[in-house]
Each structure stands twice: as C-alpha cells, then as structure tokens.
C-alpha cells in the first residue's frame, strides 16, 4: 500500500507540476540591457528624441507600456511654428518677436520664459527638421481668432496629421537600428549613490528589465487619464473635467522622477469645449453645433454669461463654462440655444467654426436634422427642443424670467448691430426665433493635461533643490510652466509642436553631454 500510495502521490505531484507549468501564471524572465540613452513614452516626444539621438551615433532603448506607438499625438493635427519657410512663401507677417511677447502675455508670465523664447524661435527650424525626413505640412489658420501658426501634417503611407507624423517617426526608429518595446511600461527609475539617474527597471508581460542607460528621457505624458491626479495635482473637479481621448496616461513618468527625487511642477490643460449625453457622439453633426459663436449660451441660472464668439477659442470657451458657479452637472453647464434658421444655416452654408480639421471651416452638416431628431427620441438630456422661451426654460430647468430677458436683450443687440453687453463680432449676432427653438448643453474637457516637471533650459529635470537630476530629462507634455492654467489655440499646434521640438532637444544635450 505504501508503494502504490508513494507512485500515486508521485504521479499526482507531476501532474501537478505540469499544471503550475503550463496553467499558472508565467514566471518573468529577467533580462538586462545596457544602452546610451532609454526613452520612456514612445508618442511624438519619445520618437522624436528617438530619431534625433540616434542620428547623433546614440544606442537607443524607447520604451511604451501601449501596444502601440503615437500615443496622443496619433490624434493630433498639426505642429506650431513662426517663420517658418512655408510661412515666408505665404508671405504671413507674424515674427518670432511678436508671437513670443504675445504668447508671455497670454499666458500671464506663468510660463518659463526663456525656455518659451528658446521653443518659439527654434519652432522653424523644427519644421525644417521633420522636412527633411519626408514629413510634408499645410499652413492653416483655423478661425480670426488664430494666427498662421498651425503646420497641418500631411499624408504618409495613407494616414494623415499626428498619425502620419508618427508612423513616419517609427519607420525612422526602425531604419536607425532603436530598439523598441511596446506593452513594456517603465516602473522605476535606477539611480547611484550620487542621486545621478543611470537606468530604467521596466516590466512585460513575460520579462523583466533592468537597463541600464547614461541618460534617461522621460516622455510619457502628463496625468491626462488619471481623474486622482487630475484632482489631487490640478485640483480640478475631474467629474467635469475630464480627458476626451484616454490613451492610458496617468503620469507615470512624473511619479518615478519625483521618487527619485525630482520637484513636481504645476499642471496646465489643453482644455477644449464640450457637448455629452444620450444622442450626441463626438465630432457628430450635433455635437460640433456646440462650437458655433451664433448662438445664444446662458448658464443655470438662465443668464448669458459670456461673448459666445469665444467658441472660435475651444480653450477660452471650456474656461468660460467651467466657471460658471458651482461643481455639480448643472451648475457648471452652459446651455446653447439656436433656431430652425441656424439649423437651415449649418446644413446649407456650413459651420462658422471647424472642430479642428477633421470638421473644418464651411463642413456642410448634412446630418443634422437626422441626427436632431434622433437625439429628441432618445430623449436626450443634453439636446432639448421647444416651442417657446417659457417652455425652454422649463425644460432646461432655468428660470423663465431671466431666459425671456436673456433672449429679448439679445435679439435687441442683434437688430441694434451691436452687443452692448459683451460685445459680441456683430457678424455672429443672429437673432432667434423664439418659436422653435433648441438648447444643446456645452460642458468642458481637455484634449490633453500638460506639465508635472520642472525643467532647465536643457531639459534637465530639477530637483527639490533647483539642481539639475544628472541624466534625468523630461520633454514634452511631462515639462511644466510652458502655458499657463490653460493652453491658448492663438498660437495654434503649440502643444503638439513642443512635444517634437523639446524631444529633439533633450535628446541633443543628452548626447552633447555623454562621452560617445
């Protein structure tokens, strides 16, 4: 019995070892890799300072916890640049000096200057890089509220904008030799005795890194996706502050540094305005009647607010409704309200303002009624349709003596020419037909937080004590003080233009500063 007892046993703990081998969960394999520089984030930031190092005879490890490289940036439209060769060749008159003292003023100096000055007068130059690796742009100027800043990317192996921009970015990678782990997040930086960064512990699903590096470049985002650090760090109300486009970027590139004893630096947003609810989906018909300036728009207590022709802002016009008194989904929202004719207007002539260039200037919203009526029918409670001011007022739950004074002065500044409250462009003041109406709720998101580090005019992150971490860099939306509480679309493509421009220059001085 013992003997048969002892081979049953036996088999029954090689079946069983069979099991954990095969059925339970892998055991990591640990793999160490040395390298000049290790790039964490691999969006137009990380690729960028990818392509720029290696050029300069750097071995390059660029790291990305997606399954896919581009990140934002694959959704993005265009670069910022002033005086730029196609700039010159349109004869736009903006100068670096003039877009600089501007840009310093808008953003009410809570911005690093000089590193603003450095990225503003490089911005050419950062076209003429991305030209000469095959990249081709359009100089766009979206609405009278822009300047010819914006560098529209074009098409590459068939896709267009951010993501042609990328795909061109990772062909370069893959020609230069980087070596590139996708699904492989960094979890901590490696630091020596003398607090001096010299590598990246990072995980897989099968594998184990330590890699060891003589620079780091930190490039993976801001804390877009994280509503905790939206809170905690920005100390907005995430509920109606929240990303339009989650790509998993919940600042973890921020947090290692900061563990490695980095200074944390204050959050900015690429803020934009907003329409949501039942019946109405991004970039619909519906929905981009929320960025146009002819409408009428009154918060919940029934008033108007603001000069709706700040819808030619997206940035401006998400400030503008989210401070509107209060924190909870009415408070904070802005009710849009328009008529048959502007409905007439959108269908036939076209939108006054574009959502970026996927809805451009003029785009015909042939869907509109199709879409309206869906909307209704779905009972929507965020579209509303009515037949009178008082009954508007009672279904956006507003008071119906204000909203008739709302509307009644407003129509008297249409007739008049003239916006004598908020001085409204008077060739947006259309009057409204108070006998078929609809409302359409404007709310605020962001396309994108930006900021978390500070940084020198090198990229080098600072430390608690203002010194720099040696072999520590940030770039891009990781990099605080480039806007101030929110990003100004005057200098259109800014955001994304700084993510390419300061991933070059952090890979240069990193390269500059190793023995090569």
């Known amino acids: 019995m013992w003997i048969i007892s002892r081979r049953i046993l036996s088999a029954a703990l090689a079946a069983g070892f069979v099991c954990t081998a095969v059925c339970g969960p892998a055991i990591a394999a640990q793999k160490t890799l040395s390298t000049d520089i290790v790039i964490v984030g691999a969006g137009s930031a990380g690729l960028t300072a990818a392509v ?54 808008m953003h009410m100096y809570e911005v690093n200057v000089p590193m603003m000055r450095d990225y503003i007068y490089g911005s050419a130059d950062n076209v003429d890089w991305f030209m000469k690796h095959g990249v081709k742009f359009d100089v766009i100027r979206m609405t009278p509220w822009e300047e010819a800043t914006w560098h529209v990317i074009g098409e590459y192996k068939g896709k267009n904008h951010g993501a042609a921009l990328v795909a061109n970015l990772k062909d370069q990678c893959d020609k230069l030799g980087v070596t590139t782990l996708t699904g492989t997040p960094a979890e901590s930086l490696i630091t020596d005795k003398s607090g001096a960064v010299v590598g990246v512990k990072a995980k897989s699903k099968t594998d184990d890194y330590t890699i060891n590096a003589k620079a780091v470049i930190l490039a993976s985002g801001s804390i877009s996706d994280s509503n905790e650090k939206v809170a905690e760090w920005a100390h907005r109300d995430a509920k109606h502050w929240h990303s339009s486009v989650n790509v998993n970027k919940t600042g973890d590139g921020i947090s290692m540094a900061v563990a490695a004893g980095a200074q944390r630096g204050p959050v900015s947003f690429v803020a934009h305005l907003s329409s949501e609810g039942k019946g ?128 009644t002065a407003y129509n008297r500044g249409c007739a008049e020419g003239h916006d004598g409250e908020f001085f409204k462009d008077v060739k947006y003041m259309r009057p409204i037909n108070t006998k078929k109406l609809y409302a359409i709720r404007l709310t605020s998101a962001f396309f994108t937080a930006f900021g978390g580090l500070n940084v020198n005019r090198d990229f080098e992150v600072l430390n608690t004590k203002n010194q720099p971490i040696k072999g520590l860099y940030a770039t891009g939306l990781e990099v605080s003080r480039m806007i101030g509480h929110t990003y100004t679309t005057w200098t259109s493509g800014y955001a994304f233009g700084f993510s390419c421009y300061s991933g070059r220059h952090a890979a240069l001085n990193a390269v500059e500063k190793m023995d090569l």
């Open 280 to 407: 109405i989906k991004l970039l619909s018909n519906v929905y981009t009647t929320a960025w146009q300036p002819a409408a009428l728009w009154v918060n919940s207590d029934g008033s108007r607010f603001v000069n709706e022709d700040v819808a030619m802002s997206f940035s401006q016009a998400a400030n503008a409704v989210y401070t509107q008194l209060g924190h909870t989904a009415w408070s904070i929202t802005a009710w849009s309200i328009f008529d048959e004719s502007q409905v007439d207007y959108m269908i036939e002539k076209g939108v006054d303002s574009g959502v970026g260039v996927l809805v451009p200037v003029g785009a015909k919203l042939t869907k509109l009624k199709e879409e309206i009526k869906t909307a209704l029918d779905e009972g929507s409670d965020s579209f509303f349709a009515a037949s009178s001011v008082s009954a508007m007022a009672k279904k956006l739950g507003v008071p119906a003596k204000n909203l008739e004074a709302a509307v």
């Open 52 to 105: 720029q190092a290696a050029e300069k005879g750097a071995n390059v490890v660029l790291l990305e916890k997606n399954f896919f490289v581009g990140g934002a940036s694959n959704f993005a439209e265009g670069i910022f640049a002033v005086e730029s060769e196609l700039n010159r060749l349109r004869s736009d008159t903006l100068t670096r000096e003039e877009a600089f003292k501007h840009a310093r003023e």
